[in-house]
């Protein structure tokens, strides 16, 4: 599980849902869908339109993985901090930026994130989940 006292995942970036597909499909309840992919070095973070799936490789040879599961529904607050000038960060994704979600009942978990990561649309999938 997520040490979420510590919990951060560096330099994510976009990549294909296909990635994810194989490691998270299983778990997926009947109605729910990856809505976009991000890949670290190792780890990964997976929206759905239910939740958060962090996906934590772990040992040397990356064979043990920590699967997370957060819903929406248990985000109190979420903050962005960006690199650089603000309105030029929300007019373009260049830079990279920080994402903090604090659970309820858990903690925090900081998401770094590339600067050809579309943050903006991040913020909007969040939101639309947890303001229901």
């Excluded at 006292?5 to 309840?29: H, M, Q, R, W, Y």
């Excluded at 659970?103 to 947890?130: L, M, N, R």
Aim: proline share 2%; with cysteine.
């Amino acid at each position: 599980m997520i040490d979420f006292n510590n919990a951060t995942f560096f330099k994510l970036k976009k990549v294909s849902d296909s990635v994810a597909e194989p490691l998270v499909g299983p778990i997926l309840v009947s109605d729910e869908k990856i809505i976009s992919t991000y890949k670290g070095f190792r780890d990964q973070v997976v929206f759905t339109n239910k939740r958060i799936i962090s996906i934590n490789v772990q040992g040397l040879t990356g064979t043990k993985q920590d699967y997370t599961s957060m819903p929406y529904s248990k985000i109190q607050v979420y903050s962005v901090e960006t690199v650089g000038a603000g309105e030029m960060f929300w007019n373009k994704h260049t830079a990279d930026c920080e994402l903090e979600l604090y659970f309820s009942s858990v903690g925090k978990v900081k998401f770094e994130f590339k600067g050809d990561s579309d943050i903006k649309e991040i913020c909007k999938t969040i939101s639309e989940f947890v303001l229901r």
